[in-house]
């Protein structure tokens, strides 16, 4: 009997109000009597829509009771401290990152897969998309991975390696090079001005002609076919070095030259490296071996070319293995970028001229150490999986495998490479508002550093994880870190209030799990009201204390209400 009046209980609540007082439910659903209008009445006249409406609700209601009153609760109860925030964005997009102009906490850009940038104006609480001409120019579909602010310059960084760069708040986004000496892609069309006459033969390639002429270029054996080709003389160019001089530049070339009738269309195209197509000529019928006599003497080891990828893309691309950076910026025209293959470089001209703070790689780092008791890294495969970065410009890194993981600290010359202290392999690895460390492992385990600073000593924190593993921790104050930075006693600075805030925090991971901390990890409770949202939660974003979002698969975009 208990259960039929918490059911009648339960449908009231979902009927127009009107509609309530007009029934009695006991065991079925049965119109009173005495709730029949008097002669008269209209004020509380019911109409038909508002009937069936009420009805529809009672029905959902019903239907969810057999599951429980837990099925109920969680219909009613919306997140406690989150609320979902709808996107314009097609299903399946995964979103990376998001972040928003310093001077203007309501202007804000979210990034994610298939080149979605979209921009709010209201703190978040709606989304427009966002296009970028100078991202579109090309065939490729950019995955938008981090986005940093410093003022009013602001920084993006996708896979294939795009950089791009705001001065003004993201009202205006260029595409900016990795080196002032790279020409990269350019377009000439010229047409004879004293003529008056339109030109029925086009005298240069268009686009798609010169992607057709491209695409059936010999392959580089080992190296990414959007970046690398062999031409018709056997040179190895690169995609990038268009037009100009070096051993490694091409131009698209007519293989029946244009002034003897051959036309600018894909099928008489061939790329060949500048040096060989300017000796060529318009020449006809030239043979293959005076072709490779025309060549570059200039031969590149696998090395050098790894060098020279790195400086025109800002990555390097093997089969198997892609380059991902993450990128943050640092003051007037200033960013800090790093590779997951442990490259870090600084810039202070806006990104054309970039700067090495590190003197080794990873790998060579872990051949050097692999000796000294590194456990994993004679199976590193070159590549971190996460790298994160803290206020004072310390980062930590997870090996590809999860076996161990690296730190550094500016002023190092190479990666610190450190055991893990769990039995199961790592996930994630993030900086603590204190200054410690906090570790994800896989299938859903927390772990945090004894103390602050950089130390393989962990201990486990028990989580009400339900068996998925947890991807992401973000804290909603940094004050500690802030105050530490600048070398400031920060327990005799902070107030309770900015105790309070920097002991907060959250976790998300998969299967919609949301954690939520106040004590700085010691213990964490489980938001079971994000149980329902069908996505896995990737990342936790803090913009300040009043502002926090959580990024997930699926455009799912969650956004903390303070």
């Not at 061939?270 to 043979?287: A, C, E």
């Amino acid at each position: 009997m208990a259960a039929l009046q918490h059911l009648s209980s339960s449908i009231t609540a979902r009927l127009p109000s009107q509609l309530r007082s007009r029934f009695h439910f006991r065991c079925r659903l049965l119109p009173s009597a005495s709730a029949a209008p008097q002669s008269g009445q209209t004020d509380n006249a019911i109409t038909r829509r508002q009937l069936i409406g009420g009805l529809q609700a009672a029905t959902a209601a019903i239907s969810l009771y057999p599951l429980g009153r837990k099925a109920l609760a969680a219909a009613e109860d919306p997140l406690s401290e989150w609320e979902r925030v709808f996107l314009p964005i097609d299903p399946g997009v995964v979103l990376l990152d998001i972040a928003f102009v310093p001077d203007d906490p309501s202007h804000g850009f979210l990034l994610g897969t298939r080149q979605t940038l979209l921009e709010t104006k209201d703190g978040g609480g709606t989304w427009a998309p966002r296009s970028i001409p100078s991202a579109e120019d090309e065939d490729f579909n950019y995955r938008f991975n981090s986005i940093s602010f410093k003022g009013k310059e602001g920084w993006i960084i996708g896979k294939p390696a795009i950089l791009l760069y705001t001065p003004d708040a993201g009202d205006t986004w260029k595409r900016i090079p990795l080196s002032s000496q790279l020409p990269g892609d350019m377009f000439h069309f010229v047409r004879d001005s004293r003529s008056s006459k339109k030109e029925d033969r086009p005298r240069f390639f268009d686009s798609k002609a010169k992607k057709v002429c491209w695409d059936k270029a010999k392959k580089v054996p080992g190296r990414d076919p959007e970046r690398w080709r062999i031409d018709a003389a056997g040179n190895i160019v690169c995609k990038r070095l268009h037009t100009c001089n070096g051993c490694l530049c091409y131009e698209y070339d007519h293989i029946i030259p244009f002034s003897k009738g051959g036309e600018s269309v894909a099928e008489n195209c061939q790329i060949l490296q500048t040096r060989v197509n300017r000796l060529k000529s318009d020449t006809n019928g030239i043979k293959q071996g005076l072709l490779e006599g025309y060549s570059c003497d200039l031969k590149f080891t696998e090395e050098q070319l790894d060098i020279i990828e790195m400086a025109v893309y800002g990555s390097v691309i093997r089969p198997g293995r892609q380059c991902i950076v993450y990128i943050k910026a640092t003051g007037e025209k200033g960013a800090e970028l790093v590779t997951d293959q442990g490259a870090i470089y600084v810039t202070s001209n806006g990104g054309y001229n970039w700067k090495a703070a590190i003197q080794e790689t990873v790998s060579a780092t872990l051949n050097r150490t692999v000796s000294s008791g590194i456990s994993g890294a004679s199976y590193y495969t070159g590549t971190f999986s996460t790298v994160n970065r803290s206020p004072e410009g310390k980062y930590v890194a997870v090996s590809s495998r999860g076996n161990f993981y690296l730190t550094w600290e500016p002023g190092q010359a190479y990666w610190q490479p450190h055991n893990r202290a769990v039995a199961r392999r790592i996930q994630n690895m993030g900086w603590r508002a204190d200054g410690g460390l906090w570790l994800l492992a896989r299938g859903g385990g927390l772990y945090l550093s004894k103390g602050t600073g950089i130390t393989e000593d962990f201990e486990e924190i028990p989580v009400q994880s339900r068996g998925f593993g947890i991807l992401d921790v973000g804290y909603r104050s940094e004050v500690y870190r802030v105050f530490a930075a600048f070398g400031i006693d920060w327990l005799s600075t902070v107030d309770a209030e900015g105790f309070e805030l920097a002991d907060e925090a959250w976790a998300a991971g998969g299967s919609g799990v949301l954690l939520k901390t106040t004590n700085s990890g010691k213990t964490w409770i489980r938001d079971r009201a994000a149980d329902n949202i069908a996505a896995n939660l990737y990342s936790v974003k803090f913009i300040n204390d009043k502002q926090g979002f959580v990024l997930g698969n699926d455009g799912v975009l969650l956004k903390f209400l303070g």
